[in-house]
């Protein structure tokens, strides 16, 4: 290939015209030339091209331009493998066929094909497995799997001939189970073992007890999968024990635990490291998890050497995990970070048990003190970890000490308000810490303090609610009105917060709408504190338009001024990340009810978006009740559930649409949102998936009670 020929190709495309990941695509013409150059630049040019044109597996309307530069340049030896790779990904990319880019870029990447099948038979191993790869991600099935099956019938190499039967499982799942059934005798590599053992969990096939025996005698199987391209099952047993729960039924569940129990009794750390790792994932997706595991666990905590590495697995059984309660409990009592360790699982398992641990050396122990307040996860109701009088003991010392910092205040005050007047004891040390810590510590005083001393800490607290420290001020004056109804302290802090703007307005403008019509002397300040007409409004200013436009209806019961703020506010151009503010917008209208008629049409526009589909409900059935199609929107409400999309939100919804509104059919999906194996919250932080979702099961329960018609239906 004459290069000077082809960059001038290269450069007559309209590369500044395209787009890609960051814009523009006018840098793509130096990335090719870079392709051609010395090792380092062409290795910073395919990194380059990977965050550019392939950004975390998206695809652009340049990256079906740059498809056959990329391939040309393959062919002519430069970086062939690394750019047949590239290839593949950008047909993987592709494969959302419904979309005008994606479709561009894989029909790009199947014009390469007669290109990239001769490299199936090459020489080298490396580039028979890349072009399989490729091949296969390109979905032309008619093309590749005759020169998918020609090959499987000679290759020799394990990894090769494991990408082969990935490949053809990928494109034909049907058709491979003789490929893969054949596949799993010990005759074969164990990475062709693995890979037919995969093939036929993707294409759906039974989980048979030749299976189980086969996967057991593989592990530890992570390093089977280190070199393929198939980077999805990269974690065999992980993948397994997940796709085995998502197929949801008695049969599957119970071969993925058998799976579990027998490899959490592995005699080798390695395949028990696997295990371990594919049980948390089982603890993530299944409501079962923590009880079937229990007995494996126990199993497993007879070699104390082998806990540590399962303290991630106990923090999610709970107390589930309790038979390892006396070997945490003598790890926990160590030093340093291993004992932390050891006492954050034995808090989740056996709290009573760590309390008095956590006490002996609490400035020592942030892991086990936050798993002790609920952290990391963002825990909807109180911590309830157990009073104890030793540990308050050592908050009260911890309060005291000079090395107090960071997330520590926080969860002292965290604990101590969440044992109230049990804590009273610690009023000294919480009035000494106020300086130092002024927006934790007051929340703190008001639900510890004992109506015998309410006089003297609010007058404390009024103090540093007037002169304070700013960060403060707003947090004491909310204890002052905690402890006393005293709004005037409040009213001022609050006032002052709206003044200053920014970030704060949203919280002032909430406390405001707390407050109601005692709030009255806010309006002002409330209407100052709205965006300016004009102003390209950031979400922070939009989420603080919502909440002044609430607080104005709480406090005057005049729709006039809140109405025209929120939908202004939803007309606003929608990206996606303004999805919670639209909701946000959603729950103030239906506070306004009737009176919040204009907003419907924006309203309706909501519907199209399952996060948003509850909020909205609400909004119009609060607002125009008389218009809305019950069955259809009850629909649209359990979608947005079994979609992990405001699922909490979407039964409070259904509830208020009433028996009516629901089918049989709606019934029966109801039901299995409150009784199906499977979690129906999936998202958000790890640890606190569980708990929300038996939140959210006693709520779906609850709602079945509600809705069931009395006798048959």
Not at 271 to 280: G, K
Not at 393 to 401: E, F, H, Q, S, Y
Request: aromatic letters at 4%; glycine letters at 8%.
């Amino acid at each position: 290939m004459e290069l000077a020929v082809f960059f001038a190709e290269v450069d007559a495309q309209p590369w500044a015209e395209l787009q890609h990941a960051y814009g523009s695509a006018a840098d793509v013409p130096g990335c090719l030339r870079a392709l051609a150059g010395d090792e380092d630049e062409a290795s910073e040019a395919l990194s380059e091209l990977y965050g550019s044109i392939l950004h975390q597996g998206s695809v652009y309307e340049a990256t079906a331009r740059a498809v056959p530069y990329l391939a040309r340049l393959a062919a002519a030896g430069h970086h062939t493998e690394d750019l047949l790779v590239m290839l593949g990904g950008i047909a993987e990319g592709g494969e959302d066929q419904g979309e005008t880019d994606e479709a561009a870029c894989r029909a790009a990447v199947v014009g390469q094909l007669p290109l990239v099948l001769g490299w199936v038979a090459d020489e080298k191993p490396g580039l028979r497995q890349a072009a399989a790869w490729t091949a296969a991600m390109t979905g032309a099935s008619g093309p590749v799997l005759p020169a998918l099956r020609s090959r499987w019938a000679q290759e020799t190499d394990p990894v090769v001939r494991a990408e082969l039967l990935g490949a053809i499982a990928h494109l034909d799942p049907a058709g491979s189970a003789a490929e893969a059934t054949g596949a799993m005798g010990a005759g074969e590599p164990a990475e062709v073992r693995i890979a037919a053992l995969l093939a036929g969990v993707d294409a759906g096939r039974p989980w048979t007890p030749a299976h189980h025996e086969a996967m057991l005698t593989l592990l530890p199987a992570d390093g089977l999968v280190a070199n393929r391209l198939d980077q999805e099952r990269n974690e065999p047993l992980q993948y397994v024990v997940e796709s085995l729960l998502f197929r949801d039924t008695p049969e599957d569940r119970e071969a993925a635990y058998a799976l579990l129990d027998a490899a959490l009794r592995s005699s080798g750390p390695d395949a028990r490291a696997e295990a371990l790792w594919a049980a948390e994932t089982a603890c993530r997706l299944s409501r079962s998890a923590p009880e079937r595991l229990a007995a494996p666990v126990r199993a497993l905590i007879a070699d104390p050497a082998a806990v540590p590495a399962a303290y991630p697995l106990l923090t999610k059984l709970g107390a589930h995990g309790a038979a390892a309660a006396p070997v945490l409990a003598r790890l926990a009592a160590g030093e340093g970070d291993p004992a932390d360790r050891a006492l954050e699982a034995l808090v989740a398992v056996a709290p009573a048990q760590a309390a008095p641990i956590l006490a002996r050396d609490l400035g020592q122990r942030p892991r086990a003190l936050g798993a002790a307040c609920g952290f990391p996860r963002r825990a909807a109701v109180a911590p309830s970890f157990p009073y104890d009088p030793e540990l308050l003991d050592a908050i009260r010392v911890r309060l005291g000490a000079g090395d107090l910092e960071g997330n520590e205040p926080i969860w002292l005050t965290v604990l101590l308000g969440a044992w109230g007047s049990r804590a009273s004891s610690a009023l000294p040390e919480l009035r000494s810490a106020l300086p130092r810590f002024p927006k934790v510590v007051p929340k703190a005083l008001a639900a510890v303090c004992p109506p015998e001393h309410r006089a003297k800490t609010a007058e404390l607290l009024t103090a540093a609610a007037r002169s304070g420290p700013k960060a403060g001020r707003l947090a004491a004056a909310r204890a002052v009105h905690d402890l006393t109804g005293d709004t005037a302290p409040l009213l001022t802090a609050t006032a002052a917060q709206l003044a200053a703007g920014g970030f704060d307005v949203r919280e002032a403008a909430g406390i405001a709408g707390e407050l109601g019509p005692a709030a009255a002397d806010l309006v002002p300040a409330l209407r100052s504190a709205l965006t300016a007409p004009g102003v390209n409004r950031t979400i922070p200013q939009l989420d603080g338009d919502v909440e002044i436009a609430t607080a104005l209806w709480r406090i005057t019961g005049d729709a006039a001024e809140a109405v025209p703020v929120l939908a202004g506010v939803l007309a606003a151009v929608e990206p996606a990340w303004m999805r919670w503010t639209f909701i946000h917008a959603a729950r103030a209208a239906a506070l306004i009810g009737e009176a919040a008629r204009p907003l419907v049409p924006a309203l309706e526009c909501l519907l199209a978006d399952r996060q948003q589909t509850p909020a909205a409900v609400l909004a119009l059935h609060a607002i125009a009740p008389e218009s809305l199609d019950a069955p259809r929107l009850a629909g649209l409400l359990l979608d947005s559930a079994e979609a992990d999309a405001e699922p909490v939100t979407a039964i409070e919804a259904l509830v208020v649409l009433g028996p009516t509104a629901l089918t049989d059919e709606h019934l029966s999906r109801l039901t299995a949102l409150a009784e199906r194996d499977l979690r129906v919250t999936a998202s958000g932080l790890e640890s606190g998936i569980a708990p929300a979702d038996e939140r959210l099961r006693d709520r779906a329960r609850e709602a079945v009670r509600t809705l069931r018609p009395h006798g048959p239906h």
